[in-house]
């Protein structure tokens, strides 16, 4: 499960990577401690252009960093002000707002409308006029890692037992959750464009599988710990993080979304939680 990390030290920096990655278009934004706390980063999907977008002050920290549907904005985590609050900013960095008390925020497909994490429950928020929805039950402990569908008819999640993790869906006018899997320590549900498939991550490795439950692969065959999958704009790839051990260092890798061989994409500090447009 997600938490925020404390470090030191963020300094307003850019570095350029040489194109490694021939083929593979868009941008990717994550979260990298490589220059000091936890601060908010984009690069080229190609390998090109790594650029940090934030600055917190010292004590503070920006993780969970995701593309508004339209590109022009990021929602990410923050600490600045003390606690963990929803942030938003623009796509270059300029800008940024508090939208409430939260964590792990993600989009609706139209804008206008986040779901996120409060107290270990999923809402949903309506942008314009601050309404909110409580869409899991109550009884439901340590939910986590919404992500809304493409189609906007359903939001996955991850809701964790002693028993293990589950990744569930619900609609997100409410109701009750459809079990999805819930076996290998299943959770970080994200959908796929077109909405047939979900990426999430067992212990150690990436997998996906339909909504229904149906089609299960494991994407990750190799050595280390993978977290965080994110599909590529065009459903092709999945980008993901990877550490020797679940203490990191993090590293961003690229990999084909049926499985095959992964391609690394940064390397240095710890990169993490990242998101593709």
Same mark, same amino acid.
């Given at each position: 499960m ?31 401690d ?16 790594m ?5 917190p002050?010292a ?10 549907? #339209? ?9 600045? /002000? ?20 939260? #964590? ?15 107290s ?45 993790? /589950? ?8 109701g ?12 970080e549900?994200?959908?796929?464009? #077109? ?18 439950g ?64």
């Amino acid at each position: 499960m997600r938490s925020l990390f404390a470090a030191v030290g963020c300094l307003l920096v850019a570095a350029v990577a040489e194109p490694a990655f021939a083929g593979k278009s868009g941008q990717i934004v994550f979260s990298s401690d490589r220059s000091g706390q936890w601060c908010i980063w984009t690069i080229n999907a190609d390998g090109s252009q790594m650029k940090q977008l934030t600055r917190p002050a010292a004590d503070e920290n920006d993780v969970d960093p995701v593309f508004s549907p #339209d590109g022009k904005s990021i929602l990410f985590t923050s600490t600045r /002000g003390g606690k963990a609050a929803i942030w938003r900013m623009l796509l270059g960095g300029s800008k940024p707002e508090s939208v409430c008390e939260g #964590d792990q925020a993600e989009w609706s497909p139209d804008g206008k409308r986040i779901v996120f994490r409060r107290s270990e429950s999923i809402l949903t928020r309506n942008l314009v006029d601050g309404t909110e929805k409580v869409l899991t039950p109550r009884n439901w402990p340590h939910c986590s890692g919404p992500a809304w569908s493409p189609g906007g008819k359903a939001i996955a999640f991850a809701c964790r037992w002693e028993a293990g993790n /589950g990744v569930f869906t619900v609609p997100p006018e409410g109701g009750k959750p459809a079990k999805v899997y819930d076996e290998k320590g299943a959770c970080e549900p994200h959908w796929s464009p #077109d909405g047939t498939r979900i990426v999430y991550e067992t212990e150690s490795h990436i997998c996906t599988i339909g909504p229904d439950g149906t089609k299960n692969r494991t994407v990750t065959y190799f050595g280390g710990v993978q977290r965080y999958g994110r599909f590529s704009p065009d459903g092709q790839y999945i980008v993901f993080c990877q550490g020797a051990s679940e203490r990191g260092p993090w590293e961003l890798y690229i990999a084909p979304a049926g499985g095959g061989t992964p391609e690394r994409l940064t390397e240095g500090g710890s990169d993490m939680y990242p998101d593709w447009k």
